[in-house]
Nanobody
Framework: QVQLVESGGGLVQPGGSLRLSCAASRNIFEFNSMGWYRQAPGKQRELVASINVGGSTNYADFVKGRFTISRDNADNTVALQMNTLKPEDTGIYYC?????????WGQGTQVTVSS
């Protein structure tokens, strides 16, 4: 079993920054990939960014140039640095990890961008 615990969400003004962190209960190199998804009210969950075991990253077009995904191998954590936040970035952000065909999810952390 895999446990993922997110932290770092909160309320921020437009143009501000937040850093999300996801702590995994296993060595992150056991995962084929890890990533962040988000779900806004009334919308489907969507991919924000991911990083694979080789270190390659992938970003949704709507966050390119603003968000950065990274990992800390020593702490088994994956972080999402979010800059220049917009109101449309509001939602619950979920950490995700994948091993072969299995997917694991954290409980989510709320991000609210509002003045």
């Amino acid at each position: 079993q895999v446990q993922l615990v997110e932290s770092g969400g909160g309320l921020v003004q437009p143009g501000g920054s937040l850093r999300l962190s996801c702590a995994a209960s296993r060595n992150i190199f056991e995962f084929n990939s890890m990533g962040w998804y988000r779900q806004a009210p009334g919308k489907q969950r969507e991919l924000v960014a991911s990083i694979n075991v080789g270190g390659s990253t992938n970003y949704a077009d709507f966050v390119k140039g603003r968000f950065t995904i990274s990992r800390d191998n020593a702490d088994n954590t994956v972080a999402l640095q979010m800059n220049t936040l917009k109101p449309e970035d509001t939602g619950i952000y979920y950490c995700n990890s994948r091993i072969l065909r299995y997917a694991f999810w954290g409980q989510g952390t709320q991000v609210t961008v509002s003045s």
